[in-house]
């Protein structure tokens, strides 16, 4: 079955950076379109990034672009999101997706907290 395992996050005072990884198994992961969400207590997950197959397609939400880079290992099975300039909006759990097999898989999600 599909397993994503997230791990990275901390608390990091503003105008700090954090990578976060995600590890993939259980199905063919070069093959697939990855994504980062982000969720706050009381809302809903957003979409922060997201890396083609290839990953020679990125694409971010505007109040990460410039800041954050979403990256992957095909070799390893892992994408990644390498975050700067945080600022305490980015506070959140962070949960690495894929869809696959017409479903949508999330991580057990990894929280980052910006803060001084």
């Known amino acids: 079955q599909v397993q994503l395992v997230e791990s990275g996050g901390g608390l990091v005072p503003p105008g700090g950076s954090l990578r976060l990884s995600c590890v993939a198994s259980?199905?063919?992961?070069?093959?697939?379109?990855m994504s980062w969400y982000r969720q706050v207590p009381g809302k809903e997950r957003n979409l922060v990034a997201t890396?083609?197959?290839?990953?020679?397609?990125?694409s971010y939400d505007d109040s990460v672009a410039g800041r954050f880079t979403i990256s992957r290992d095909n070799t390893k099975n892992t994408v990644y999101l390498q975050m700067n300039s945080l600022k305490s909006d980015d506070t959140g759990v962070y949960y690495c997706?894929?869809?696959?097999?017409?479903?949508?898989?999330w991580g057990q999600g990894t929280r980052v907290t910006v803060s001084s």
């Open positions: 259980g199905f063919a992961f070069e093959n697939y379109l």
């Open positions: 997706n894929t869809y696959y097999q017409e479903q949508d898989h």
């Open positions: 890396i083609s197959n290839t990953a020679l397609s990125k």
